[in-house]
């Protein structure tokens, strides 16, 4: 496995760069980001993963293990290959993906060529647990927030015709057990909290 690349970049063609590493010139696809930073002449330093296939041997690199860790956990999403993980990596960064699947947000992952609805839907699905809270999130956590991700999700409720005290009383229960991930974001919030609430309904005034 080669696990990283450092030497002087021989050419850029697209989404590959040339790195001359002790005499050998390795083509490596990576994330436009890279070849947009990079020139003819630089020393690059990428982490990478040697896809093997029938027909080919294909190094993809990155500027960061996160990438790369993102990368991997992409490739275990059925119908996502290679190339289609290369674009989420080219079109979102990494705290991006973060962000979008733990909002349960398949809408980002639209935009990229060649991932379909219902692949965006499994991207999402697949990965929920697996990828780290983005830094504003793990941010806002460490830093005692949430409180306002769980009013919102109470509001919510309350719209959905829970009273207020169910409503909140729901909210800070579940949002006790749930993940870091799932506790700051709205939508993931207010899903586990139906899930245990059941179908929305109309409480009696005093309820």
Do not use: Y
């Amino acid at each position: 496995m080669i696990s990283s690349v450092r030497g002087t970049v021989l050419h850029i063609d697209g989404d590959a760069v040339v790195v001359d590493v002790g005499g050998v010139g390795l083509s490596v696809a990576v994330p436009v980001a890279v070849t947009r930073s990079t020139h003819v002449g630089d020393t690059a330093m990428l982490h990478t993963t040697l896809i093997v296939r029938e027909d080919a041997l294909s190094l993809f690199g990155f500027a960061s293990r996160e990438e790369l860790s993102v990368f991997t956990h992409l490739l275990g999403v059925t119908g996502v290959g290679p190339k289609s993980a290369l674009g989420v990596l080219s079109t979102l960064s990494v705290d991006q993906i973060a962000a979008a699947v733990a909002d349960g947000d398949d809408a980002p992952f639209r935009r990229v060529s060649g991932i379909g609805p219902k692949t965006a839907k499994l991207i999402v699905v697949q990965l929920t647990g697996k990828l780290a809270a983005p830094a504003a999130t793990a941010a806002a956590i460490s830093n005692g927030g949430g409180s306002a991700v769980r009013d919102q999700v109470a509001v919510a409720l309350v719209g959905l015709g829970w009273s207020e005290r169910t409503a909140a009383e729901a909210v800070a229960s579940v949002a006790e057990d749930a993940s870091d991930a799932d506790r700051a974001s709205v939508q993931a919030l207010l899903r586990l909290t139906l899930s245990v609430l059941g179908p929305a309904r109309k409480e009696p005034a005093g309820g």
